[in-house]
Every structure is written in structure tokens, then in C-alpha cells.
């Protein structure tokens, strides 16, 4: 099962984060939906890093595997930490929109430019329609924005 969820998180990152540049299918297949994902941005607690994503793949009420990474490449998995009320509202609760995963891109951006800490914010992904088709890129880019994309890059 993990070596599953480590095959489904590589092929995530790979596409989203411009590690394989696959164009959007045209015959994407009915029932291309995203896995439930809870994505955590925050402060980094390494201080060549400004930030880090924790990316929790759930099963139902709970975290099936947890990874964090301080910039694109480099993915550790790790316990999870996050409280069980917070996933059980990704798990049973409204997804996250592109609309706010967008907002949270510049308003990152604009803190970052002006030297503003950094904030927690979580996102819940789940059913996205077309996501091997080119919904994932659209959904998962914007959240490591500004990441560097590799340890040799930090910024």
C-alpha cells in the first residue's frame, strides 16, 4: 500500500511541479478525479527555508501517508502530527477552490517580497475532475510556488 502512495505522490509531483512537462490529455479518462489530499503550507523549521509543504494523502477519516518537503524534489515522508479534527474536516468537509489556492499564490508572493513571516495554511483537494489531465498542475503549482527546486537552490 505505501508503495502505492509513493507511486501516486511521485506521479503528482512529477506532472505539478514541472519535474515531467505532460501536456493535458485530450481523452482523458471518465473518472480522472484526484486523490484526497490535505496540503499544509507554513513556516519552515529548517532556516535555509522560508516555508514547507506537508502533503497528506487521506483515506477517509484518516492520513494514509504524510510527506513534507522544503522545496520540489526532496520529499521525506513523516508522521503525522496534524490534529484529527483537521483532517476530518478536509475528509467530510467542502474542497479547497483553485480561486482560493490562487489567492494564497500572491498573497505568499506579496509576503515574501516584503519580508512578512509565514503563515499556516491548509488546503483540501479532493474529486477534482481531469486531474491526470492537466488539473493537477493547475492545483498543486501555485501551493510551491516560490520553492525552490532542489536543496542546491535554496532560496
Not at 484526497?36 to 487521506?58: A, T
Not at 490534529?83 to 474542497?95: L, T
Not at 492545483?139 to 525552490?148: H, N, R, S, V
Amino acid at each position: 500500500m505505501l508503495t502505492r502512495h509513493f507511486k501516486t505522490f511521485g506521479a503528482i509531483l512529477g506532472v505539478s511541479l514541472g519535474l515531467l512537462m505532460a501536456a493535458p490529455s485530450a481523452d482523458a479518462q471518465f473518472g480522472d478525479l484526484s486523490p484526497v489530499l490535505l496540503v499544509e503550507s507554513g513556516p519552515s523549521d529548517n532556516n535555509e527555508y522560508r516555508r514547507m509543504v506537508f502533503v497528506k494523502f487521506l483515506s477517509g477519516n484518516r492520513v494514509g501517508v504524510n510527506y513534507k518537503a522544503y522545496n520540489r524534489t526532496e520529499f521525506i515522508q513523516v508522521p503525522n502530527t496534524t490534529p484529527q479534527d483537521v483532517i476530518s474536516a478536509c475528509a467530510n468537509g467542502a474542497a479547497t477552490s483553485l480561486s482560493e489556492i490562487r489567492a494564497f499564490q500572491r498573497s505568499e508572493a506579496r509576503a515574501k517580497r516584503s519580508g512578512k513571516p509565514t503563515e499556516v495554511k491548509r488546503f483540501c483537494i479532493k474529486n477534482i475532475q481531469n486531474w491526470e489531465g492537466g488539473n493537477r498542475v493547475k492545483y498543486l503549482d501555485p501551493i510551491f510556488e516560490g520553492m525552490p527546486h532542489a536543496a542546491s537552490l535554496n532560496n
